[in-house]
């Protein structure tokens, strides 16, 4: 099995960044690509990014483009989300997840494995 814990949550300002990170333990090569979402406070869970562990393949939301950049260590086995130029609205808590399937994943329920999630709150 594949666990994910996710950290680096935390209070910014308007305008601020924040560095997320995801760690990886288990079965950490059975995974073929790691996406992030978020869920803000009586909202569904929405995409944010997903990356390739092999390639390094990147895809955005298109609310996030320009914004926010995911990445990821092999070595580490770490995924990270560099978020800048944050706003109210991307106050959320969250999700690092992973996806099994030998193709790129289409939606939330191709994720196989998920973390507990890490609170992002932006002041205005």
């Known amino acids: 099995q594949v666990q994910l814990v996710e950290s680096g949550g935390g209070l910014v300002q308007d305008g601020g960044s924040l560095r997320l990170s995801c760690a990886v333990s288990?079965?950490?090569?059975?995974?073929?690509?790691m996406g992030w979402f978020r869920q803000a406070p009586g909202k569904e869970r929405e995409f944010v990014s997903t990356?390739?562990?092999?390639?390094?393949?990147?895809r955005y939301a298109d609310s996030v483009k320009g914004r926010f950049t995911i990445s990821r260590d092999n070595v580490k086995n770490t995924v990270y989300l560099q978020m800048n130029s944050l706003k109210p609205e991307d106050t959320a808590v969250y999700y690092c997840?992973?996806?099994?399937?030998?193709?790129?994943?289409?939606?939330?329920?191709?994720?196989?494995?998920w973390g507990q999630g890490t609170q992002v709150t932006v002041s205005s």
């Open positions: 288990g079965r950490t090569f059975s995974a073929y690509a």
């Open positions: 990356i390739s562990w092999s390639g390094g393949n990147t």
């Open positions: 997840a992973a996806a099994f399937g030998k193709k790129w994943p289409g939606g939330p329920n191709d994720f196989g494995s």
